[in-house]
């Protein structure tokens, strides 16, 4: 029977390996740990943001989701993210030319930044915002497409609202203007161009005083500081100057 016996070098060898070896395997612990820490903070900003990231591979048609780009589409996160075609179903009927389009046009380089109407499993609509690009290879071949997906269906509406009051502002009767606190006019709609004198190219971003007859230099700033204090301020009646020097009476 033959006994192995290692040298003194030879164990000292082993040992410096192996403690390279755990030396390297508690680095990869802790790449691993911080990767998958950096993956959850981008997942809860992406999920705060509501915005999702996606990569498609174009050759095998298959796609990768982030959780948060599940969550915008109501899709089960333990099933495959779909198919080209398949995402189509998700594109409202009458936005799907655009989309196909639009995604054609990144094959050829083009940007690709848009906004669609979706339609969830649950027949709900909703409106995304895509931003995309179109990855090639050496040979300028169009490999895959990575890109963003945000829900702006509560924006879209905000902005809506808003454009409808702008219209009932600018078509109102009554003189509306608005001004920032430090007494700036901002907005100056149709009638009063009519009531004061002033176009709105005239009077926009000059301060209101040019509005306060003399002897009531001031008023104005009297009446934002009330409103910084949170005062309510209404039915206040007073006089204003129109450009051709006339006093007329006022309710703000």
Known sequence: MEL???????????FF???????????????????????????????????????????????YWSDERYRIFRRDSQEAAPSYNEYLNYVHPDDRDYVDSAFA???????????HRIILTNGEERTVHIQAEVVFDDENIPIRTKGIVQDVTERQKTEEEIQTLAKAVESSNDAIATGSLDGVIKSWNKSAEQTYGYKAEEILGKDASILEPDNLKGDMKHFNEKIKRGEKVQNYETLRLKKDGTLISVFC
């Open 17 to 63: 390996n192996y403690s390279l070896v755990k030396e390297r395997t508690i680095e990869l612990e802790k790449a691993y740990n911080s990767l998958k820490e950096s993956e959850k903070g981008l997942a809860e900003a992406q999920k705060m943001a509501h915005i999702g990231n996606w990569v498609w591979d174009i050759a095998t048609d298959k796609a």
């Open 4 to 14: 192995y016996s290692r040298s003194k070098s030879e164990n000292l060898k082993l």
């Open 105 to 115: 046009g990144t094959l050829n380089g083009k940007p690709y930044d848009i906004e």
